[in-house]
């Protein structure tokens, strides 16, 4: 992951700026397409910086608020070559500094 883009600010910024992407699912409960259509730039705008962030990212699907007051970001992710699944990454994860961000490939 890289250094140079606060992928944090940049997330926390486009939560904001398209409210309509937090999302509280329940289960597999999708954002509605309507929804979606109206958000898709800013989804877009998020799946940009995820795509870099996020090994094998797929596709966003909502940013979900946590019992805590924290907030999660939704995606699919390829678990292996044969299987794509929901991931839950916690927007912390993305300040710059956090452990995530070390490269565990050595």
Same mark, same amino acid.
């Given at each position: 992951?890289?250094?140079?883009?606060?992928?944090?600010?940049?997330?926390?910024?486009?939560?904001?700026?398209y409210?309509?992407?937090?999302?509280?699912?329940?289960?597999?409960e999708?954002?509605?397409?309507?929804?979606?259509?109206?958000?898709?730039?800013?989804?877009?705008?998020?799946?940009?910086?995820?795509? *870099?962030?996020?090994?094998?990212f797929?596709? &966003?699907?909502?940013?979900? $608020?946590?019992?805590?007051? =924290?907030? #999660?970001?939704?995606?699919?992710?390829?678990?292996?070559?044969?299987?794509?699944? *929901?991931?839950?990454?916690?927007?912390?994860? &993305?300040?710059?500094?956090? $452990?995530?961000?070390?490269? =565990?490939? #050595?």
């Amino acid at each position: 992951m890289s250094g140079e883009t606060n992928y944090y600010e940049e997330l926390s910024q486009l939560m904001e700026e398209y409210p309509e992407l937090v999302f509280c699912n329940d289960g597999y409960e999708n954002i509605p397409i309507e929804v979606r259509e109206a958000n898709a730039d800013g989804i877009a705008k998020v799946e940009k910086l995820l795509k *870099v962030a996020i090994k094998d990212f797929v596709y &966003f699907q909502n940013f979900k $608020p946590r019992k805590d007051g =924290s907030t #999660a970001v939704r995606c699919q992710t390829k678990w292996d070559h044969s299987f794509t699944g *929901v991931s839950y990454f916690p927007l912390e994860n &993305f300040r710059p500094g956090h $452990p995530s961000w070390e490269n =565990s490939d #050595a």
